[in-house]
């Protein structure tokens, strides 16, 4: 069974960072392509990140310059460095990718991210 496993989060003052992991599991497809979400309070969730099939990445304005995207492949893990965070990062972090070879997306159950002002 495919499951992804989202770590890093935690609770941290504006214009600190914290790495994200995303590790993937149960496949023995590697990570196609995949995105960091935020879920934050009373606000739809929102893609903060995404890695490409072809490898490029992009990122939500809000998170632009800030935020950066790597992957592992030996581990099947993608990480997310988030620096200089905001209060307004605040939320569930949660990520989703397919895999090369299989028709199916998935979702990590996701991590908590709290910046304090």
């Known amino acids: 069974q495919v499951q992804l496993m989202e770590s890093g989060g935690g609770l941290v003052q504006a214009g600190g960072s914290l790495r994200l992991s995303c590790a993937a599991s149960g496949s023995s497809f590697t990570i196609n392509a995949m995105g960091w979400y935020r879920q934050a309070p009373g606000k739809q969730r929102e893609l903060v990140a995404g890695?490409?099939?072809?490898?490029?990445?992009n990122y939500a304005p809000s998170v632009q310059g800030r935020f950066t995207l790597s992957r592992d492949n030996a581990k099947n893990t993608v990480y997310l460095q988030m620096n200089g965070l905001k209060p307004e990062d605040t939320g569930v972090y949660l990520c989703s990718a397919d895999f090369k070879g299989d028709p199916n997306l998935y979702w990590g159950q996701g991590t908590q991210v709290t910046v304090s002002s």
């Open positions: 890695l490409m099939s072809g490898g490029s990445t």
